[in-house]
């Protein structure tokens, strides 16, 4: 059974930082392209990031210069390092594992507010 768990959401400041991680179980993770994506009240669900098996990364071009997605294959383990955060950020956070079907989590909430 896939599971997906996402954590580190917060209420920061703008201009703070925050890590989000998402625990993967259930397939084998390391072969696995991994994604970040979030979704703005009255918004479309939009990607942030990806990530390959190998470690290849793609950033969206409002994020590429701030945050960072990464991927720890021995822990099961991808993270989302966000630096210089802006309101514009606020959103929940979702992690995909791609694919047919592909998975999500169930979020976290990143918000972005002095």
């Known amino acids: 059974q896939v599971q997906l768990v996402e954590s580190g959401g917060d209420l920061v400041q703008p201009g703070g930082s925050l890590r989000l991680s998402c625990a993967a179980s259930?397939?084998?993770?390391?072969?696995?392209?991994m994604a970040w994506f979030r979704q703005a009240p009255g918004k479309q669900r939009e990607l942030v990031a990806w990530?390959?098996?190998?470690?290849?990364?793609y950033l969206a071009n409002s994020v590429k210069d701030r945050f960072t997605i990464s991927r720890d294959n021995a822990k099961n383990t991808m993270y989302l390092q966000m630096n210089s955060l802006k309101p514009e950020d606020t959103a929940v956070y979702f992690c995909?594992?791609?694919?047919?079907?592909?998975?999500w989590g169930r979020g976290t909430q990143v918000t972005v507010s002095s």
């Open positions: 990530i390959l098996g190998g470690g290849f990364t």
């Open positions: 259930g397939f084998e993770f390391s072969f696995s392209t």
């Open positions: 995909n594992k791609f694919g047919s079907p592909d998975y």
